[in-house]
């Protein structure tokens, strides 16, 4: 049971450094500029998207200095 706690603990470690990595981030916002260039998403679809990732960023800022 001891074992599951951690493999769980440890799964969970890894998708938090994958989540708040600024870099995928960096790249999703990059991505998302290149959709609205593309036509694929308008400006009203950027800027919803754009702030959930900025607010992601800043999540991500705050995870990295122990205060979130």
Do not use: C, H, K, S
């Not at 959709?35 to 998207?49: H, M, P, S």
């Not at 999540?59 to 979130?68: I, K, P, S, V």
């Amino acid at each position: 049971m001891l074992m599951i706690g951690w493999v769980l603990r440890q799964v969970v470690a890894a998708a938090e450094r994958e989540y708040y990595d600024p870099a995928n981030i960096q790249r999703a916002l990059a991505e998302l500029e290149t959709q609205l260039d593309q036509g694929a998403i308008d400006e009203r679809e950027f800027e919803r998207q754009e702030d959930v990732l900025l607010d992601r960023l800043e999540e991500a800022r705050q995870w990295a200095n122990g205060t979130l």
